[in-house]
């Protein structure tokens, strides 16, 4: 089993940046592939980055080239550098993890991942 906790979440104003973390724990946790996804108000939960164990990585169109997604495999730690921030980027961040055996495009799907946290708020102001 593995547990997902999100940390550093807050308010910024636009133009800023924010770096969330997610600590997994968990015997096998450094083998799964990690994702962040995002659920606005009233919007359905989308896809934002995820990384395999391996260090191969895939963004959503909306966020690449300002979010950066790393992990740190020794840690158990992902993370996601957020830079250059929107309003249109405010949402509840969430951490998920999945089994490592799909190609990097497929953990856009929320339907790869097994476990998830319970999400950090991301506020963005104009």
């Known amino acids: 089993q593995v547990q997902l906790r999100e940390s550093g979440g807050g308010w910024v104003q636009a133009g800023g940046s924010l770096r969330l973390s997610c600590a997994a724990s968990g015997r096998t946790a450094s083998s799964y592939a990690m994702g962040w996804f995002r659920q606005a108000p009233g919007k359905e939960r989308e896809f934002v980055a995820a990384i395999k164990w391996s260090g191969s990585t895939y963004y959503a169109d909306s966020v690449k080239n300002r979010f950066t997604i790393s992990r740190d495999n020794a840690k158990n730690m992902v993370s996601l550098q957020m830079n250059s921030l929107k309003p249109e980027d405010t949402a509840v961040y969430y951490c998920?993890?999945?089994?490592?055996?799909?190609?990097?495009?497929?953990?856009?799907?929320?339907?790869?991942?097994?476990?998830w946290g319970q999400g950090t708020q991301v506020t963005v102001s104009s």
């Open positions: 998920a993890a999945g089994p490592g055996r799909y190609s990097v495009a497929n953990y856009a799907q929320s339907s790869v991942y097994d476990h």
